[in-house]
DNA sequence: GGGAAGGGTGAGCAAGCGCTTAGCGGCACT
DNA sequence: AGTGCCGCTAAGCGCTTGCTCACCCTTCCC
């Protein structure tokens, strides 16, 4: 993802400076992790003074705060989209992880963030935060229990399969390099597949 | 995993203070990331004075190369096993799987730093590392090419399945929660399945 | 033209960091 | 009993960290 998409992709954010540093706290944070990057790094690669982010964030948690809602919002309504849309359940579960896997490689620095970083959330945001993440596996939960209850698919333990799901797609966050030969498009086509095929019924 | 299991799980560092400091540090990177660790914390957690780990070890980066190194030639040494073994295609990509998993979940806090710790590492320290990655990778690889080449398996894109595979494997280690209601022969048991359901010929 | 407000800076504080050093106590060996 | 050594500690050094504060521009309204 250029320069420009990636500030794109806040573009709800204002004023200018806020989403500046926003979008270098993500590059940030995902290179380096959140406890090794300083506030000095956020602020230089967003072009100010250190002091000039704490007219924007209080702390350097609010920050991270912030990227880890948006992804987690964005991530949530990917999914309750896909479980809500028409069509078979096969063809509900493949939009969803089309969907979510091709997010996390397009999006894989933000990606990261949002599924490697929540520890160092502050207490009553990880709780916000947690609300949301129980309701994107219930998202594909059901799309699955549809799934068995049509007779499409053949799953022994739902909850244990939503699990597998969700965790291959969260993963390509940390794998996918985008200097490497394939698309976010390409592993979304290719987890869609595979993911069919874990639970489809043999006929 | 209990205190005394995690001891004799690095039985084979010595002496006892090393080895005290090694599971020390396991249970604080893993906890709260290698960054976020002091030497303090570990040195405390191993009942002695921030000082004594240097009696031990170089630098703090050097204990998380000890950790890491002898994670990954477990890992290696595991997948290595189940592809040399008798039996076909499936039961030995079935045998890796099986332990692979059941590793990361057991010694999920090893598994967290093997697996998402790697950029703290030195310079030579990784590049080492990431030959036992690929090591590692074309183990599962070779195993599911024969697969093919023998007909038990249909895999269009092999390389992206062994990743997919390895992925789903290796964010276990995140998830994995000892409290939870499954065990780690469980895990391994369903993730076994799943994955020979992602590789399969339909017949 | 004067005052208020908001986005910005340079300098720097208090605290905590990784790591070092001087020295101490107990053990093995003579 | 004396000596050397090894594992360890108390104290603390030099540095970086997150964050603050006094002050400065520019813009706007009256």
């Not at 406890?35 to 250190?50: K, L, V």
């Not at 209080?58 to 964005?74: A, F």
Request: charged share 25%; glycine share 6%; net charge negative.
């Amino acid at each position: 993802m250029s320069a420009e998409a990636a500030i794109q992709a806040w573009g709800e954010i204002t004023p200018d400076a806020a989403r500046r540093l926003v979008v270098a706290a993500v590059e940030a944070f995902a290179e380096r992790g959140y406890h090794a990057t300083t506030t000095r790094d956020i602020a230089s690669r967003a072009g100010m003074s250190p002091a000039a982010l704490y007219i924007h964030y209080k702390t350097k948690e609010e920050l991270l705060y912030q990227i880890s809602k948006v992804g987690h919002v964005r991530s949530l309504a990917m999914l309750e989209e896909a479980r809500d849309a028409e069509g078979t359940a096969a063809e509900r579960l493949a939009a969803a992880v089309r969907a979510f896997v091709r997010w996390h490689a397009e999006h894989h620095t933000t990606g990261r963030i949002v599924q490697y970083e929540l520890g160092a959330l502050a207490e009553e945001h990880f709780a916000e935060i947690v609300v949301m993440r129980r309701q994107s596996e219930e998202a594909i939960r059901s799309v699955i229990r549809d799934g068995v209850a049509a007779g499409e698919f053949d799953v022994a333990d739902v909850s244990g399969t939503t699990l597998a799901v969700l965790s291959l797609c969260i993963d390509v966050a940390r794998w996918f390099n985008p200097a490497g030969h394939r698309t976010p498009d390409e592993v979304g086509e290719l987890y869609a597949d595979l993911v069919l095929r874990m639970v489809r019924r043999a006929d």
